[in-house]
């Protein structure tokens, strides 16, 4: 089923586990909100990372293709 994800959505897809998992600890009083706030917008920066390493990928591509 998911053989066929780029390692973004891959990547994606472990990030909204790990917010789910993060918001459920927040909710249960396990970590502060300010610390949630704080683990989420940690991921959210290296996901962001992740995608934009993974789009220059897709501008090369295109490049490639556009001298064919």
Do not use: V
Not at 36 to 43: L, N, V
Request: glycine content about 4%; hydrophobic content about 30%; charged content about 40%.
């Amino acid at each position: 089923m998911y053989e066929h994800l780029t390692t973004y959505e891959k990547a994606l897809a472990k990030f909204g586990d790990k917010c789910a998992l993060i918001a459920g600890l927040e909710i249960s009083n396990k970590i502060s909100p300010e610390e949630a706030y704080q683990q989420i917008k940690k991921e959210f920066k290296e996901l962001k990372k992740l995608r934009k390493e993974e789009k220059k990928g897709w501008n090369d591509d295109y490049d490639l293709q556009s001298l064919l």
